[in-house]
């Protein structure tokens, strides 16, 4: 694996939605969901939650279950492991910290730690792609969370099946950042 700067693999990062189905070896996963378990929160309140699918058969109930209609993505399925993202709402911070700020701190939170897992991938060579179109019944049911987990995303994981990466454009600087 090349060495990249941090900011060469933010720019090669894309969303990959075609996998060579090989498995992705359990410590990749590990050290993608520790730099997920490192990232910081509000009041360090750390309410991110994963549940990783590993197997053939709970990666297909994921893909058949809980994807919604509209966008094509079957080709989830393919991807070696498939990772639900949730969020746990805890005490004053996140219920009323919220309401009185009007920040959502959970889904911050969550957003942080996620991206996280996905640059640790990129920098192990592998793909990632993050769904958010989910129905969120079916994703507590099938990773087996309680009702205080509140299942947030899906991120697909897996070795690219090819080194085409199809970059989406993006806004320019001056269009979003005010220097004041
Ligand atoms: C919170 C979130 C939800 C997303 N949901 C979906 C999704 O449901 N299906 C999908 O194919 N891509 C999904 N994406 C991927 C985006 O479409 C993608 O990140 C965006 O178009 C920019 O492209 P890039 O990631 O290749 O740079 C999601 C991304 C984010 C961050």
């Known amino acids: 694996m090349e060495n990249k700067s941090f900011i060469e693999l933010v720019k090669h ?26 990232a910081p929160s509000a009041c360090n309140k750390q309410p991110w939650r994963f549940a990783v699918a590993e197997s053939a058969e709970v990666r297909q109930r994921l893909v058949q279950d809980t994807l919604r209609v509209g966008i094509e993505m079957k080709w989830a399925g393919n991807a070696g492991a ?14 009323v910290g919220t309401k009185i700020s009007g920040v959502e701190y959970p889904q911050m939170d969550l957003g942080i730690a996620g991206e996280h897992l996905v640059l640790q ?3 192990l060579g592998l793909g990632t792609c993050w769904i958010g179109w989910i129905k969120q019944k079916p994703i507590r049911e099938i990773v ?7 299942p ?6 897996g070795w690219p099946a090819s080194n085409e990466r199809k970059t989406r454009p993006r806004y320019s ?8």
């Open 121 to 123: 991938a990129e920098e």
């Open 82 to 95: 498939i990772i639900a993202i949730g969020v746990v709402r805890k005490g004053m911070v996140h219920k």
């Open 13 to 38: 990062r894309t969303s990959c939605r075609t996998y060579d189905p090989r498995p992705v070896p359990r410590e990749h996963l590990e050290l993608m969901l520790e730099a997920a378990r490192l």
């Open 144 to 150: 087996g969370w309680p009702k205080s987990i509140e």
């Open 173 to 180: 600087m001056d269009e979003i950042v005010k220097w004041v």
């Open 152 to 157: 947030m995303g899906l991120i697909t994981v």
